[in-house]
């Protein structure tokens, strides 16, 4: 596989949850660094978070997401918390770029440039 596979998005109600996943292979699964991604009709992608030993969230979603791996899975989760509205998006996840520094990791996550082997997505409606 040179693909990433996310699923468990689907539809759910303002203050609802929902856990992504993220399933990986030993081509595509980097156990150092993994991220999520989402990204609105009409609107730019945007980093959610990333865990890279520790974890980082946008403003956006910090307190109310929470990312987790199992790397003897090779599989990336993301739980989501108190969804509103505003959440709607395709999610995505992504290997981080190779060999990044802190100060490149920070920087290239709030456009994506640089993460690698992207999956389709998996769309999550909030209403």
């Known amino acids: 596989h040179v693909q990433l596979v996310e699923s468990g998005g689907g539809s759910v109600r303002a203050e609802g949850s929902l856990t992504l996943s993220c399933v990986g292979s030993?081509?595509?699964?980097?156990?150092?660094?993994m991220a999520w991604f989402r990204q609105a009709p009409g609107k730019a992608r945007e980093g959610v978070s990333f865990?890279?030993?520790?974890?980082f969230y946008a403003d956006s979603v910090r307190g109310r997401f929470f990312i987790s791996q199992d790397n003897a899975k090779k599989t990336l989760y993301l739980r989501m918390n108190i969804l509103k509205p505003e959440d709607t998006a395709t999610y995505y996840c992504?290997?981080?770029?190779?060999?990044?520094?802190?100060?490149?990791?920070?920087?290239?996550?709030?456009?994506?440039?640089?993460?690698?082997?992207w999956g389709q997505g998996t769309q999550v409606t909030v209403s």
């Open positions: 992504a290997a981080c770029p190779e060999a990044a520094s802190d100060l490149q990791l920070y920087q290239s996550f709030f456009t994506g440039a640089g993460f690698r082997f």
């Open positions: 030993e081509f595509t699964y980097n156990q150092q660094c």
């Open positions: 865990i890279r030993g520790t974890p």
